[in-house]
C-alpha cells in the first residue's frame, strides 16, 4: 500500500492466458468475458483473425491472440474464452486460453518495453510488471482492436 501511495494513480488489469504466457489488458477497455464460440470464416483477411461471431445482433470480429503474436494458432475448445474489448467505437473479441485475475498496479510498476521487442511492440505492448516472480506482458487494448478493426470485412 505505501509503495502505491508515492507512485500516485492505479490501474486495474485483466490478465490472460495465451500460449503458456501470461499478458493483461487495461479492465477499463473489457466489456465481456464469455466462452468460446466457433466463428464464421471470412475470406481475405490475416490468420490471426479467427472470423466473427454474432453477438446480440452484432457482428463481432475475432482475432486468435497466439496467432497475432505469431505463436501459431489456437486450437479452440470449451476451456478457451473471448475476451470482448471496446475501445472507442470498435468492439473486437480476443481469444486467449483463460482469464486468470484481476491485478491493481501503479505507474511506476510498469516498465517500458525493451528496446529488443522493436516498434511492433511499442504499438502493441504498453509495457511489462514483475508480479511475485512473474512477468506480465500489459498489451494495449487500443492496438488490438485496431489489428482487427482496420480490416475491411
Not at 20 to 40: C, K, L, V
Amino acid at each position: 500500500m505505501e509503495n502505491t501511495e508515492r507512485s500516485g494513480q492505479t490501474r486495474q488489469f485483466i490478465t490472460f492466458m495465451a500460449n503458456g504466457q501470461e499478458f493483461a489488458s487495461n479492465i477499463m477497455a473489457i466489456r465481456e468475458i464469455r466462452g468460446w464460440t466457433d466463428t464464421t470464416a471470412v475470406p481475405h483477411v490475416p490468420d490471426y483473425i479467427r472470423g466473427v461471431i454474432n453477438l446480440r445482433g452484432a457482428v463481432l470480429p475475432v482475432m486468435d491472440l497466439k496467432a497475432k503474436l505469431g505463436l501459431g494458432m489456437t486450437e479452440a475448445s470449451a476451456k478457451n474464452v473471448i475476451i470482448v474489448i471496446t475501445e472507442g467505437e470498435r468492439t473486437t473479441g480476443i481469444l486467449v486460453d483463460a482469464v486468470s485475475d484481476i491485478i491493481t498496479l501503479t505507474e511506476s510498476e510498469i516498465q517500458p518495453p525493451p528496446d529488443v521487442m522493436g516498434q511492433s511492440a511499442e504499438r502493441n505492448v504498453d509495457g511489462i510488471a514483475i508480479l511475485d516472480g512473474r512477468m506480465v506482458t500489459i498489451l494495449s487494448a487500443e492496438s488490438l482492436s485496431a489489428a482487427v478493426n482496420d480490416i475491411a470485412f
